[in-house]
């Protein structure tokens, strides 16, 4: 896929919560701000990933769903696919919700990897590609 037909904006999130939204269903990403966004955004998969947060995500994941062992085993530092962003919620039924917003999202798909540096918030990846 080229460069310009992936969506302008991405949103980075950390692994192995970017594979599951991909991989195993995670409709909600969850986060602390309201947006008003909707429509198509870049998974950048955040590189920073301890072990603790990966342990504590596998667990709430389920191990038996999760293809790696170690934070190591995912891709981390780029984008890894897309999905639309078609709500932000405050209360929804998705086991994935945890609260307080949840942006709500469809039609994940994975891409091929696209080394990219991350940035808060929505942030377009384009100007954050690294040499």
Request: charged residues 20%; neutral net charge.
């Amino acid at each position: 896929m080229l460069y310009s037909e992936l969506p302008k904006l991405a949103l980075s999130i950390r692994q192995p919560w970017a594979w599951a939204i991909l991989h195993a269903g995670k409709d909600i990403e969850n986060r602390d701000w309201r947006t008003r966004y909707r429509g198509p955004v870049c998974i950048h998969a955040a590189k920073g990933c301890t072990q603790e947060e990966f342990y504590s995500a596998a667990s709430c994941i389920g191990w038996e769903r999760i293809p790696a062992s170690s934070p190591r085993d995912f891709l981390r530092g780029g984008i890894i696919g897309t999905a639309e962003i078609i709500d932000c919620v405050e209360v929804s039924d998705s086991p994935w919700f945890v609260g307080r917003f949840g942006f709500v999202l469809a039609n994940a798909r994975p891409v091929d990897f696209i080394l990219v540096r991350g940035a808060l918030g929505f942030f377009n990846w384009r100007e954050q590609l690294s040499s």
